[in-house]
Structures are given as C-alpha cells and as structure tokens.
C-alpha cells in the first residue's frame, strides 16, 4: 500500500480547489459503473451512499443537505453535487480494465483531512470489485499516515485533521 499512499492531487479549477484521484482498474467499465452508481454496491464503499436512481435532474434530500444529480452518461461519467460542492466519478475503458477518476470541489474545507477520507473510502472499492470486503475499521488503519502525507503535499496545516483523527479514530 504504501506506494499507493496519498495519491491524490490537488488543483484549482475555475479558481475552486479540487480534490483528484485516479486509479486504474483491473475490471471492465461496466462492472465499475454498477459499483459506484448502483446504491446496494455503493454503500459497500462510499460514505453515505444515497438511494438514487441515478438520473439527471434527481434530487435527494438528506434532511438538510441535498444532493442534485447534475450528470449521468453510462457507464462514463456520474456527477452531483452535495451542500454546494461538485463530486465526480469518471470511468474510461483501457486494455485489460478502466480508469477512475474521482473529483470533489472542497470548497472551506480542510484539504489533507479531506484527501485523507477519499482515499480511505476508495480504497474499498478494489477489495468489493474483487468480491471481499474492507472494513471501515480496516481502511482507516492507515488515516494518520495518509493524512500526514497530504498535510506536507499540499502545504497545509496538519493540526485540524489530527484533532479530527484524536476524537474520530482508535488510537
């Protein structure tokens, strides 16, 4: 894992700072489609997974916060947007697997914090593709480290996401 460890970017798009991950999957873009679309498969990974359709034009209340499906191509591209800030899945079919990309706009909120949690919730995604399971307890075994990672990339202070990981994760 360790060669996989803060592999995320961060950009500024259209003066809005943007999280990026890509990976390269060894499973066809159909398959990786079902998993971050379908919600059954989705809350097998992703946080807060939603009971969608998906569908463009589709919005979701989640009691105060509300997600809008702005974008549905399948099995390409999937976009939304939660309490105001862009997320994407990107899928793009290559020899022998696809690739994924994952995009959130994180306007105001804490740059390696929030890496830190995208990476961890997409590294459940191989494991489930690959018909196991990693836990959340699992996945965020290696927080801290990630975190610290992101903190010296990007420049930033790392003390609110040790305060996060203090109050939120085993120690």
């Known amino acids: 894992m360790a060669d996989d460890i803060a592999y995320g970017t961060l950009e500024t798009v259209d003066g809005r700072p943007v999280l990026r991950f890509e990976r390269w999957l060894a499973y066809p873009v159909e398959r990786v489609w079902r998993a971050v679309s379908v919600p059954a498969e989705l809350g097998r990974f992703f946080p807060g997974a939603v009971d969608w359709t998906p569908e463009a034009g589709?919005?979701?209340d989640l009691g105060g916060a509300t997600l809008d499906v702005t974008e549905v191509d399948a099995p390409h591209r999937?976009?939304?947007t939660f309490a105001g800030?862009?997320?994407s899945f990107g899928l793009t079919a290559e020899e022998g697997?696809?690739?994924?990309v994952f995009t959130h706009v994180i306007d105001g909120l804490p740059a390696a914090q929030t890496a830190a949690g995208w990476e961890?919730?997409?590294?459940?995604?191989e494991p489930h593709l690959a018909g196991g399971h990693l836990s959340e307890?699992?996945?965020?075994e290696p927080w801290r480290e990630?975190?610290?990672?992101?903190a010296r990339r990007f420049g930033v202070d790392p003390e609110p996401?040790?305060?996060w990981a203090a109050a939120n994760l085993p120690a």
């Open 58 to 60: 589709e919005v979701i």
């Open 78 to 80: 999937l976009a939304w």
């Open 85 to 87: 800030q862009p997320q």
């Open 97 to 100: 697997g696809c690739r994924l």
């Open 120 to 125: 961890t919730y997409l590294a459940r995604l």
């Open 137 to 140: 307890e699992e996945a965020h």
């Open 146 to 150: 990630i975190h610290e990672r992101y």
């Open 161 to 163: 996401g040790r305060r």
